[in-house]
């Protein structure tokens, strides 16, 4: 049989159509929760620990927990896509909403950029613009539970519209900068945006990423 005929012959997946205008271009959907970071998982003291806003703001704070979990408390359920090709449908956090969060401070940022730190060093950048919007949760919970320490507890970022390398798990500090620098995996080879409908994964030369590598990863 020639090429052209097994391919009219081969069986085509049914994919909804509604979810497949939501699936990025090169992506793969999951319905487990694959567990991708860089180091340790860190180990908290919640007595110790602080949210920090610092840089071109007209006055730093340093927020505890409590502070945070008495703000005004929002779900999101979103879609997440990593850049190693898997996508999660119908997400559902719970936590504060990043406009909620700079309203409930009370601090004026005079930067457009923003540098989000989450412990043991890692970093990302984003524009002000792409936090400032109605489903980007600093958050807390998952599907009605504290988020497990592996997904970021005891407070993750969570962008949908962006790669999710953007939403940094353990988040201990925004940092509002003037000009756009670039984070860690940025650093890296990683692209500045991240849209994940523009295929926004890398800089420069495209590195290979296997559509399978996320498979050999934690997941659960
Ligand atoms: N602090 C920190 N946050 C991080 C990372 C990391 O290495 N460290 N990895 C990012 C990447 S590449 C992805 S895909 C998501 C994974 O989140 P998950 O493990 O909850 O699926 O976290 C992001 N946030
Ligand atoms: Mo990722």
């Known amino acids: 049989m020639d090429k052209a005929e097994r391919i009219k012959r081969m069986k085509v997946p049914a994919v909804d159509p509604a979810l497949a205008l939501r ?8 319905e487990r929760f694959p567990i991708l970071h860089e180091g ?6 919640m007595k110790e620990w602080t949210l920090r806003v610092f840089g071109e703001v007209d006055r730093e704070v340093m927020l505890t927990y409590e502070q945070i979990m008495k703000m005004p408390q929002t779900t999101v359920t979103c879609d997440i896509h990593c850049v190693t090709r898997w996508s999660r449908f119908d997400n559902a956090f719970t936590g504060v ?13 005079r930067s457009s950029y923003v540098m989000l730190h989450g412990d043991h060093g890692y970093t990302t950048n984003l524009a002000l613009r792409d936090l400032d919007r109605d489903d980007v949760l600093l958050a807390h919970s998952f599907d009605g539970e504290p988020l497990t320490d592996k997904h970021g507890w005891p407070l993750r970022l969570v962008v949908p519209h962006l790669y999710f390398w953007k939403s940094v798990k353990w988040l201990r500090g925004f940092e509002f900068i003037q000009e756009n620098q670039p984070g860690f ?8 945006g991240g849209d994940p409908f523009r295929e926004e994964r890398f800089s420069g030369e495209a590195l290979p990423i296997p ?8 997941f659960d």
């Open 23 to 30: 699936l990025p271009p090169g992506q793969v959907l999951t």
């Open 40 to 45: 340790e998982v860190p180990v908290y003291d």
């Open 97 to 109: 909403l990043f406009r909620d969060f700079l309203r409930e401070i009370g601090v004026t940022p």
């Open 185 to 192: 995996w940025e650093q890296n080879g990683f692209h500045m």
């Open 211 to 218: 559509e399978n590598e996320w498979e050999k990863k934690e």
